[in-house]
Antibody
């Protein structure tokens, strides 16, 4: 079965940095685009970032709200995806979900992890 | 950005009943490759979202045939028949056609 397990969340102060991770298993990780989606407390879903596969040059895409501050990366040898978050703001406080595309039906956000909570507060 | 508008915001249903949720996009969701990347998700209380329907009308693996999706262009509908207790939660539509990917604000399904 597909599993996505996020880790690394916590409490940080504004302007600080944090790197969260996602360990994937149960599918051919190197073939799947990976995403981060966040959900502020009591709010809806917001797409954050996407990273494509090696044949697509690991191209990355970001929401305007995080562009220039967040960096998504992946390590296919470890089936891991990361989100480096710099210059954090209080409005970045959210549950961060790692999600994977389905390669069989070619659709994004097919599989979701349980999330890791990032709290930005002084 | 593509704005996804879901209606209603919340709705009450009796067990065994049927509901419809509407999702409208501010722009066509037809991709250059001909696919329409409109999906539906459910987020049950204290859980992460899970994919129900992809590309407008296709049920994801393991999803009951009580869930059906329809629509085209900018106007989409999710129907749930014979509602069961496990169907309760917040339903989101989302588009993966244009960057930035966007989601509707959600429709909360509660028991009457």
């Amino acid at each position: 079965a597909v599993q996505l397990v996020e880790s690394g969340g916590g409490l940080v102060q504004p302007k600080e940095s944090l790197k969260i991770s996602c360990a994937a298993s149960g599918f051919t990780f190197s073939n799947a685009a990976m995403y981060w989606v966040r959900q502020a407390p009591g709010k809806g879903l917001e797409w954050v970032a996407r990273i494509r596969t090696k044949p697509n040059n690991y191209a990355t895409y970001y929401a305007d709200s995080v562009k220039g501050r967040f960096t998504i990366s992946r390590d296919d040898s470890k089936s891991m995806v990361y989100l480096q978050m710099d210059n954090l703001k209080t409005e970045d406080t959210a549950m961060y979900y790692c999600t994977a595309a389905s390669t069989t039906v070619a659709t994004p956000f097919a599989y979701w992890g349980q999330g890791t909570l990032v709290t930005v507060s002084s | 950005d593509v704005v996804m508008t879901q209606t209603p915001v919340s709705m009450s249903v009796s067990l065994g009943g049927q509901v419809s949720i509407s999702c409208r996009s501010s722009q066509s969701l037809v991709h250059n490759n001909g696919n329409t990347y409109l999906s539906w998700y459910i987020q049950k209380p204290s859980q992460s979202p899970q994919l129900l329907i992809y590309k407008v009308s296709n049920r994801f693996s393991g999803i009951s045939d009580r869930f059906s999706g329809s629509g085209s262009g900018t106007d989409f509908t999710l129907k749930i028949s014979r509602v069961e207790p496990d169907d309760l939660g917040v339903y989101y539509c989302g588009q993966g056609t244009q960057y930035p990917y966007t989601f509707g604000a959600g429709t909360k399904l509660e028991l009457k």
